[in-house]
């Protein structure tokens, strides 16, 4: 390939393809973004590092599968399970901040980070023993499991049933942090702990309620991804990964930048697995170990944030 | 008198390491020479997790640069043994200095997001680089030198690399350099304002835990005879992480209580069920909500008069 070839981009595949994977990839970044918003809203809030964010949304895919395979039998299943399966982790949540997390507040950060890394491992053994080690499949629900036809671009439905889901809930977590008295005392929180609880935010109580709807989250996504792809147990590693990729290059705590990092780090991934398959995996490292030399507290984190220093 | 209990320790040490093999099978010996060299590689990593108060979670990079530098001179060159075996930490100690110039800036959370990202970079070339690294095949079955053919001389070998390995962080530790660390650790501000050039001494001591790193992997490509991607991956890291913890982080033999802690379980465990991550779980559950210091840390504590303990 000469330089003028280069120039004229033929090397590029056709453009139906392109955008085809332009959508996939925005469609991943909207599963991102469910994950790392609230990953970032715990590290916000809490100032926890939840490494087992990826493990509640992997828990939250096989609880999906059972929910929707086993437990009910008609065209419904699905949609029930979609329903359960968030809240049970938001009740896993729960239980992990009041009984585990609440004991180490006080403690060194590193202590929280390991505990948390404790539940990665608990919860990676967890899935194997009771759903087993091979892969698992959801069938997807009627009227989502056709395809659709935009033009000359032929689009899975169910993809775009996530492309559609995603802005709404997106909006619902931004009117709940920034349009009511709880969303504004969680960024209070976030702001000044001290000063917060001083004038009578009851800490603790938001403390559980965050890490619950951090969870409910990941459990929505655990759910959503559940049949777009198999069910593993090696799932939790590979999103809470790339997960931090998008707080980090968002900005840690920042509501729109995880939103802008998901998309970032979902459209890179479609592309650089179309363009340069071989690299695509270590891109979006490259890009965040980029961020994090230019510009520590991300791209829409706050500078003076109590996490750079 | 304390120094000198200390020497008796030093020397029993050295005893048991030696009669070992005399009582040890096979088996044994290897997994004692693992416990060895983990042993090697936690006291090291403690360096700037205990003793500078950095949290690294891409060690495991330098680790695998050492065992892959070995690995590929003593399979496409040949050099020396003695050579090869030198060149591993120097690759360990290269690559450190180069991630760290980028990470010492940053701090806590940030500072071991930066150092994942590093590692992971590490790891997928490697892995993906069939032509050069074999990918996730790995390289198999590397050339062993004839001197170090039977178990028990690359038993020998490994544990007086190891012992001499741990003598010099020792003396490092002890020296003035080791305390400008542990003032680093208490308050870096301060420190910076008594006129300790803060980020170079971070660099430095980094860069150290490289070549240690390095020094660590080259050992257990020796002993293995083989080489892997996995040798790199942050679950590594973390391994060497929870082996200093577990030990007890401000303490300098903890680490490597804990790494003959974490190879026992793992083995012991992983004998009778395939489920052993649960039970390391259970483990970290533990040091986190009762163990803080590790159990070294938490030992000598108990060991002191009331009036001492914090």
């Known amino acids: 390939m000469d330089f003028w070839q280069f120039l004229s981009f033929s090397w590029l595949p056709p453009s139906t393809i392109l955008i085809t994977q332009l959508m996939n990839g925005v469609t991943r970044s909207m599963l991102l973004f469910l994950i790392a918003s609230g990953l970032s809203?715990?590290?916000?809030?809490?100032?926890?590092?939840?490494?087992?964010?990826?493990?509640?949304?992997?828990?939250?895919?096989?609880?999906?599968?059972?929910?929707?395979?086993?437990?009910?039998?008609?065209?419904s299943s699905f949609w029930v399970a979609l329903i359960l399966a968030p809240i049970a982790m938001a009740m896993a949540g729960g239980l992990i901040e009041l009984f585990l997390l609440r004991r180490v507040y006080g403690a060194e950060g590193i202590m929280q980070l390991l505990l948390t890394y404790a539940l990665v491992l608990f919860f990676s053994d967890f899935v194997r023993l009771v759903w087993g080690p091979q892969y698992l499949a959801v069938t997807r629900p009627k009227g989502l499991d056709g395809a659709v036809f935009l033009g000359k671009?032929?689009?899975?439905?169910?993809?775009?049933?996530?492309?559609?889901?995603?802005?709404?809930?997106?909006?619902?977590?931004?009117?709940?942090?920034?349009?009511?008295?709880?969303?504004?005392?969680?960024?209070?929180?976030?702001?000044?702990r001290e000063m917060a609880s001083a004038l009578g935010v009851n800490v603790p109580f938001l403390y559980t309620s965050i890490f619950m709807i951090g969870c409910y989250f990941a459990g929505l996504a655990g759910a959503l991804t559940a049949p777009m792809g198999s069910i593993t147990p090696i799932m939790d590693i590979s999103i809470i990964v790339e997960s931090f990729v998008v707080v980090v290059i968002g900005g840690m705590g920042s509501f729109w930048g995880a939103l802008i990092g998901a998309l970032i780090v979902g459209v890179a991934h479609a592309f650089g697995i179309l363009i340069l398959p071989r690299i695509a995996m270590v891109s979006i490292f490259v890009v965040m170990a980029i961020v994090l030399i230019l510009r520590p507290w991300g791209l829409l984190g706050n500078p003076l944030g109590p996490l750079t220093k | 008198m304390k120094s000198r209990s200390h020497w008796v320790w030093v020397f029993v040490g050295i005893v048991v390491l030696a009669v070992l093999p005399l009582l040890l099978s096979k088996f044994y010996l290897h997994l004692t020479s693992t416990m060895l060299i983990m042993a090697l590689f936690a006291i090291s990593f403690n360096l700037i997790l205990g003793y500078t108060g950095m949290t690294s979670f891409g060690h495991a990079a330098f680790f695998g640069m050492g065992a892959y530098t070995y690995a590929l001179?003593?399979?496409?060159?040949?050099?020396?043994?003695?050579?090869?075996?030198?060149?591993?930490?120097?690759?360990?100690?290269?690559?450190?200095?180069i991630v760290g110039y980028f990470c010492i800036r940053l701090h806590g959370i940030l500072f071991a997001m930066l150092t994942l990202a590093f590692s992971q970079i590490f790891y997928t070339v490697i892995f993906q680089w069939y032509g050069f690294?074999?990918?996730?095949?790995?390289?198999?079955?590397?050339?062993?030198?004839?001197?170090?053919?039977?178990?028990?001389?690359?038993?020998?070998?490994?544990?007086?690399?190891?012992?001499?390995?741990?003598?010099?962080?020792w003396r490092l530790i002890h020296s003035p350099f080791g305390y400008t660390l542990w003032t680093i650790r208490e308050n870096s501000l301060r420190s910076s304002f008594i006129g300790v050039e803060v980020n170079r001494h971070r660099l430095i001591v980094f860069t150290i835990t490289g070549a240690f790193a390095g020094l660590a992997g080259v050992l257990f490509a020796m002993l293995d005879r083989q080489v892997f991607p996995s040798y790199l991956h942050w679950s590594l890291s973390t391994e060497v992480l929870i082996m200093s913890l577990l030990g007890g982080m401000l303490t300098f033999g903890g680490p490597a209580l804990g790494a003959i802690m974490v190879t026992l379980i793992r083995y012991w465990i992983s004998t009778y069920t395939l489920y052993w991550m649960i039970f390391l779980s259970f483990i970290l559950l533990f040091i986190v909500l009762f163990l803080q210091k590790g159990v070294v840390g938490t030992v000598t504590e108990r060991m002191k008069p009331p009036e001492l303990r914090t």
């Open chain 2, 73 to 97: 001179l003593s399979t496409k060159t040949g050099w020396s043994l003695a050579l090869n075996i030198f060149l591993a930490p120097v690759t360990g100690a290269l690559a450190a200095l």
């Open chain 1, 153 to 192: 671009i032929i689009f899975p439905a169910y993809n775009l049933f996530i492309l559609a889901l995603g802005p709404v809930v997106a909006l619902t977590l931004w009117l709940i942090l920034y349009r009511t008295k709880f969303g504004k005392t969680a960024r209070a929180i976030a702001y000044d």
């Open chain 2, 133 to 169: 690294t074999g990918g996730d095949n790995g390289i198999v079955g590397l050339p062993t030198p004839e001197i170090l053919a039977s178990d028990k001389a690359l038993y020998y070998f490994i544990a007086a690399i190891v012992t001499a390995g741990v003598a010099i962080l």
């Open chain 1, 41 to 75: 809203l715990i590290l916000g809030v809490l100032g926890v590092v939840n490494f087992a964010h990826g493990s509640l949304y992997m828990v939250g895919a096989y609880l999906f599968y059972s929910l929707s395979m086993h437990l009910v039998h008609d065209s």
